[in-house]
């Protein structure tokens, strides 16, 4: 079993930054990777950035490249979500997302655990 927790949402305007983390416990040994998804109202959940197990490269969504960054932390299990240049586009419940498997797999079907999820909300 792994227990994810988020911490770092809010309110923001267009424009600023946010930086989002996760704490994940329990059997982490076996997971592939930590990630994070997004859900805004009436939308499916959706794919945001993965950080790979050891050396490899983190992967992103399309809607943001550019602007967020990935890193982690393997002493601590924690892995963060820099958020620059936000938009109100961005508004979601963010959901840190953990998976086991050789690959991260950017689909929420393949996700074995989630966290609670922690509100990010972009003002106009």
């Known amino acids: 079993q792994v227990t994810l927790i988020e911490s770092g949402g809010g309110l923001v305007q267009a424009g600023g930054s946010l930086k989002l983390s996760c704490t994940a416990s329990g059997r982490t040994s076996r997971l592939h990777g930590l990630g994070w998804f997004r859900q805004a109202p009436g939308k499916d959940r959706e794919f945001v950035a993965a950080?790979?197990?050891?050396?490899?490269?983190?992967s992103y969504g399309d809607s943001v490249k550019g602007r967020f960054a990935i890193s982690k932390d393997n002493t601590s299990n924690m892995v963060y979500l820099q958020m620059n240049n936000l938009e109100p586009e961005d508004t979601a419940v963010y959901y840190c997302?953990?998976?086991?498997?050789?690959?991260?797999?950017?689909?929420?079907?393949?996700?074995?655990?989630w966290g609670p999820g922690t509100q990010v909300t972009v003002s106009s």
């Open positions: 997302a953990a998976q086991y498997g050789r690959v991260f797999v950017p689909r929420a079907p393949y996700v074995n655990y």
């Open positions: 950080a790979a197990k050891g050396e490899g490269l983190p």
